[in-house]
């Protein structure tokens, strides 16, 4: 009985030993050609370690056109400034619209309620991209096309996240809330003081999903953008695929600069996201 469970939890660790370095392999090659020098990955056998690491495709996409005042040849650093403000203005305009969304469908009365959320429901399982020529086609008449307005408004309606933050909120307890009310507090005072700090993991789970899902939107930015100059990262990194498609070092270092920073977001709030996944500190 003890070798039949030793050798499970043997063939447990290896199996996910193989699914994690299956899942980081090509990560960690894609790292590893972006400091090959300028076309060695190209040539045959296929190497898997660079003869020198080079930092010069890094160089030419970051610092060598800064230097020239020809930033725009290859757009990534300002296309890394449009995502970093995109992505961020994207995820608190989210918040602020759906977590207290998603506490009133779990909390409060009101007439409608139930319709309204099996609407809701109803709506995930509508493609995103059936909606995208209707919304593209909106979105000209109001003249916000190619604009950053453009980018950010369809993210705001997360029908996922008002889900997910009406899940959480329904494990808190409904005589906390009351015993607010009773002690006079409002509606805003009682989700502002009670109810958030109990979400804060969730919060900050949401947050970072709504981050992540605004930083690597490729087709509606591409779709409602016109001007280079306002693409996003991953839209600046395909004009760039398509310009220097031989440049396989090139295109590795720019697929690491918009890998890196959500990586290092994701590796930084790890903690609250695996607990908030988890249902957090919000206990029944």
Same mark, same amino acid.
């Given at each position: +009985? ?28 894609? *790292?590893? !050609?972006?400091?090959?020098?300028? &076309? ?11 003869? $020198? ?9 970051? !610092?060598?056109?800064?230097? =020239? &005042? ?27 619209? /759906? ?7 779990? #909390? ?6 139930? $319709? ?23 979105? #000209? ?5 190619? *604009?950053?307005?453009? @980018?950010?408004?369809? *993210? ?5 996240? @008002? ?10 307890? =409904?005589? +906390? ?5 009773? =002690? ?20 900050? /789970? ?6 992540? &899902? ?12 016109? =001007? ?22 090139? +295109? ?5 600069? /918009? ?8 590796? /930084?709030?790890? $903690? ?10 919000? #206990?029944?």
């Amino acid at each position: +009985m003890v070798v039949t469970r030793s050798l499970r939890g043997v063939l447990t660790t290896g199996a996910a030993a193989l699914l994690t370095a299956l899942t980081i392999a090509p990560l960690a090659y894609m *790292s590893v !050609v972006s400091f090959m020098p300028r &076309g060695e990955s190209s040539t045959l056998p296929t190497p898997l370690w660079p003869s $020198r690491w080079s930092g010069e495709n890094y160089y030419e996409l970051l !610092v060598r056109r800064l230097i =020239d &005042g020809a930033w725009f040849d290859y757009r990534i650093v300002p296309a890394l400034w449009n995502s970093v403000w995109v992505a961020s203005l994207s995820t608190l305009l989210g918040l602020l619209l /759906t977590v207290p969304s998603g506490y009133a469908f779990a #909390k409060l009365r009101f007439r409608g309620r139930q $319709r309204l959320l099996q609407l809701l429901i109803a709506s995930l399982v509508v493609p995103g991209q059936v909606a995208m020529l209707p919304l593209f086609l909106i979105f #000209k008449e109001l003249g916000l096309v190619n *604009s950053y307005a453009g @980018v950010i408004l369809p *993210s705001l309606a997360g029908i996922f996240a @008002v889900l997910f933050v009406r899940q959480a909120t329904l494990a808190i307890p =409904d005589e +906390m809330i009351d015993a607010a009310r009773i =002690d006079g507090a409002s509606e805003a005072r009682i989700f502002r003081v009670v109810v958030l700090p109990l979400l804060t993991p969730v919060v900050v /789970t949401l947050a970072l999903f709504m981050f992540l &899902g605004s930083w690597n939107d490729f087709l509606w930015p591409l779709i409602v953008l016109a =001007d280079q100059n306002r693409y996003t990262l991953p839209v600046a990194v395909a004009a760039i695929a398509r310009e220097h498609a031989a440049d396989a070092e090139l +295109m590795m270092a720019a697929s690491v600069v /918009t890998t890196l920073p959500v990586l290092l977001l994701f590796l /930084t709030l790890q $903690r609250y996201y695996l607990t908030g996944l988890l249902g957090g500190s919000v #206990k029944g």
